[in-house]
């Protein structure tokens, strides 16, 4: 589990997030709004971290 940097609980947290995260989109009566909060709130995440995004674009 080390192997990865992350704690089992971590990695539980992450993947209830991206869950929790799935079934809003599911839910939201305009898709496309969530899912934009959801990668900005995203995107806010990685550059906090230091983390470039502008690469990370599919086009």
């Given at each position: 589990?080390?192997?990865?940097?992350?704690?089992?609980?971590e990695q539980a947290t992450?993947?209830?997030?991206?869950?929790i995260d799935?079934?809003?989109?599911?839910k939201a009566a305009d898709r496309e709004k969530e899912i934009q909060y959801q990668l900005?709130?995203?995107?806010?995440?990685l550059e906090?971290?230091?983390i470039v995004t502008e690469n990370l674009t599919i086009e």
């Open positions: 589990m080390e192997e990865s940097g992350m704690t089992e609980k992450l993947l209830m997030d991206k869950f799935l079934q809003r989109i599911q900005r709130t995203t995107k806010a995440k906090a971290l230091g």
